[in-house]
Structures are given as C-alpha cells and as structure tokens.
C-alpha cells in the first residue's frame, strides 16, 4: 500500500502510468463534461472551495475529479464501495496531487477510515453515491456541516435516504438529487447499468445468456435496463416486481412476470437491481436449480440474503474472479458473483463512459449552482433539491450535439397551438 498523510492511501503507486491512459480513454469519450471543462476552466469558479466526493474510484470519476480541479477546486476523494475501485485510476490521481483514498478490496473499516480523512479535509461541499459521507458528517461530525453550504447525491438508494432525513427535519444542509435529473435516471440507471450489468455477468462467468432464463428482480429504471439488454443476448428474461404497475410495464414490454418463490425453481442467471433488502433469501436459494448464477446491481450488498445462503450451505469456494461456488447441503451448487456487491462496478469496469458523460455533467453543474447559490446570498433550506428541468435538456442537447446529431425545433405557431386552450377538432 501506497500511503502518504494528508495526501493519499492507494494500493500501489506505480501502477499511475496505466491508470493515466484508462483516464485518457474515458476523457475520449465524455466530450460534455470536457466541454464543461473548457467553458469554466479559465474562470475557476470553485476557486477557495474544497470539494470532498465519495463516489465510485472509475476512470470516468476520475474525469470528474480533474474537472472540479481544473475549475479550482480542492478535492479530496474516497470510494464508495469497497470493490469499485480501479487501483490503477486511484494510481493515476494520487500521482497527479489529488487528496485520494482508496483501493480494491477494503474492509468495513478501512472504508470509514478513508471518508473521515476527506472529511478532516473540512469541505465547503459533498458530493455522495449512497450517502455514505454525507451520513458520516451528520453522525460522528455534525460540527463539519457549520461550514459545509451544499452537497450532491448521485444514486436512487442514496435520494431515498436523503429525502427521509429530510422530512424528519434531519438535514443540516441542502442537497442536490442529481439521480432524479432526466438526463441521469433515465439514461446512466437504464442504459448504463443494463450494458455493464451484463458485462459483469460475463466477466464474472462467461457462460452463454441466450436461452437462458434471467431473473431480474425489480423493473425500475435499472431492472428495465437489465431485462431490455439480458433479452437482447436472446435471454428469456422473468422479472419479479412489488409495484404493480411496474409488474405490468414488464410484461407489456415482452418479459414473463412471477413471485420470486417460483422464480427461484426456473431461474437460470438472477439479478437483483432493487435497492432493497433480503430480495434473494434462504427459502429461494434452497430452490435453486444446480449451477444456478446469483448477482446483485443494486446500491448496497443487502438485496442477497447470503448468510442464510451459508447456513443452507456445506462447502464454499472461489471459483474464479468474482465467482463463489456455494455446494448446499440438498447437493446443488449456486454461484454468487462480487459477494452480492454492484456487479458492474466489482466484476466490470461499471457504466461505459458516453453515459456517466451526462451523470456527472449533472454533478458538475449541481455544485456549480450550489456555489453561484452562496456568492450571491441565496440561503438554500436544508431539504433535498431537484435539479433545475432546463438543466437536463441544456445537457441532452449538447450530447446530441456531439454525437453529430440534429433535431427540430418547434416553430411559432406551433408553440402556440401547444398552448391553445380555445382549438378544438
Ligand atoms: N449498479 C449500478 O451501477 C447502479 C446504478 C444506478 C443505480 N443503482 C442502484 O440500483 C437500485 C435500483 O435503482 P433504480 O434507479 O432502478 O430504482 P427504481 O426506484 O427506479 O426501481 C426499483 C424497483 O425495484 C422494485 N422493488 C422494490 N423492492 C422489491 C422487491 N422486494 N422485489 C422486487 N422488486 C422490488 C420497486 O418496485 C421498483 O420498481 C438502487 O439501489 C440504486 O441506487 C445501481
């Protein structure tokens, strides 16, 4: 391990040079946020702030982090998943003076211990996935928020977190959801986990999907994106649902829809993309066919029960990189990838760069506001914000720009038929 106080912990130094290229590569293929780079680069608007993220250590991240830096921010970073990170990409950054903490395969308190270094760092502004830093100033160092004026919280788990400690009146400062913009939920949760869901899969297996049956657990944006893309691998997908209108969207889109209980006897591959607890649990495990695969999307390791997997099972082995074979006492073997963490992010490389391009533009321009907010005395309440509608189509338009792409626009007239409450047939 690599460590220097105040400065960073990473696994291995030496690996920045190959880190720096998977950072060039990612830069390739995120012209807004680099866009966004080029625009405020010169003005440094986050000059005298101090930036503190935990968020996924990726090549793509890394794009982020170098652009708050780039436009003057102070940053100081850890990841939010003990199996995210690339050691090469947290290398890279290290290398190049950002204030990192973090490696592949960190224990429980090895990760604590790398959000309250970022934290001694008393940030101006937080930018979470999951929440897991912004809960550590709220919990152990409230004092910190004195000087914190905002922060932003990437994914669905984390929102939903945010605006319960909101309504309890909780909060001690204002957030962003930048999850919830159009240009982040919509594309980053469906197309983005759909891709690398399955690039995990295959990492992890490389077995055949065609023919098989895949369970998805949960049809929301993630889950619709799994299904959408394990069907076009020629899957017969199931999916399991607890909101009956999206059971139905399920199975009006091609899927076949069943309890998880009947699931688990025809399941093949199964995956979970819920962001809720015990979805795969003893009782189902002890259905499984032999051979049966198990993984989770989901934000958190809690969607697969895998202690009441170890209690049903006799042996337990590795069978290969993110593959753990479990023989259970009926005799079958299920085999459960990345140990139930984020499969895309443990086993793959998480979501292709051309869609983060537009998650982090939105994260980018959430601390932007929250900055332009604070100079110009704007007291913001400590609630969770939506980021502006405006945003995401400013942001849509610019991506369709550089993909070479044109659309139209709607003349006068039709503006204001669109607004004609007296036209009739
Ligand atoms: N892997 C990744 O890179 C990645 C990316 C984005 C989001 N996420 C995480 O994925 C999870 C899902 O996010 P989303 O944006 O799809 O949320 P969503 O709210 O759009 O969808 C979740 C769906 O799961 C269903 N559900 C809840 N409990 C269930 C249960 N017990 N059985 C079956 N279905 C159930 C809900 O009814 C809902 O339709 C969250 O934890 C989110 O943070 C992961």
Redesign the pocket.
């Known amino acids: 391990m690599d460590y220097k106080q105040g400065a960073y912990k990473v696994r291995d130094l030496s690996l920045a040079d190959a880190g720096r290229m998977r950072i060039e590569w990612a830069e390739s293929r995120m012209p807004v946020l680099m866009r966004l780079r080029d625009k405020y680069a010169a003005a440094k608007p986050f000059k005298g702030y101090k930036i503190t993220g935990c968020l996924h250590v990726t090549k793509e991240t890394a794009v982020l982090i170098e652009t708050l830096a780039a436009c003057g921010a102070e940053v100081a970073w850890s990841g939010c998943n003990p199996l995210s990170t690339n050691d090469e990409v947290a290398a890279a950054l290290a290398k190049s003076g950002i204030e990192i903490y973090a490696w592949h395969g960190m224990n429980t308190e090895e990760f604590y211990w790398c959000i309250d270094r970022t934290i001694d760092k008393t940030p101006h502004l937080t930018l979470d996935d999951?929440a897991d830093l912004i809960f550590t100033v709220h919990n152990r160092f409230p004092e910190k928020a004195d000087t914190i004026i905002g922060g932003s919280e990437e994914?669905?788990?984390?929102v939903h977190r945010l605006r319960a400690m909101a309504a309890d009146g909780k909060m001690l400062y204002p957030v962003y959801a930048v999850?919830d913009a159009e240009t982040k939920?919509d594309f980053?949760?469906v197309y983005?986990?759909g891709q690398?869901?399955l690039d995990g899969v295959l990492r992890a297996t490389s077995v055949l999907i065609a023919g098989k049956n895949v369970v998805v657990?949960?049809?929301?944006?993630?889950?619709r994106g799994v299904a959408m893309r394990a069907k076009g691998l020629g899957a017969n997908v199931i999916v399991?649902?607890?909101?009956p209108t999206?059971a139905l969207k399920a199975i009006l889109e091609g899927n076949s829809v069943m309890t998880?209980e009947d699931a688990a006897k025809v399941g093949d591959i199964f995956i979970t993309?819920?962001?809720?607890s015990d979805?795969v649990r003893g009782r189902h495990f002890a259905k499984m066919k032999d051979g049966a695969i198990v993984c989770n999307?989901?934000?958190?390791d809690v969607e697969l029960n895998l202690k009441e997997l170890a209690e049903l099972s006799k042996d337990t082995r590795v069978i290969r990189a993110n593959n753990r074979e479990y023989t259970l006492e009926n005799g079958r073997r299920v085999y459960v990838l990345a140990d139930g963490r984020?499969v895309?992010?443990a086993a793959a490389e998480?979501?292709p760069s051309e869609v983060m391009d537009m998650s982090f533009a939105n994260q980018f321009m959430a601390h932007l506001t929250l900055v332009q907010a604070h100079e110009r005395g704007d007291a913001l309440q400590p609630i969770v914000y939506d980021l502006p509608q405006e945003l995401d189509q400013e942001i849509a338009s610019v991506k369709l720009e550089t993909m070479g792409l044109s659309i139209d626009s709607l003349t006068e007239e039709q503006v204001a038929y669109a607004t004609d409450y007296a036209a009739g047939t």
């Open positions: 999951g994914t669905t788990t984390g999850n939920w980053d949760n983005g986990t690398s869901t657990a949960g049809y929301g944006h993630c889950g399991t649902e607890v909101k999206a998880m993309a819920t962001g809720m979805v999307t989901g934000h958190y984020l895309n992010l998480g979501h």
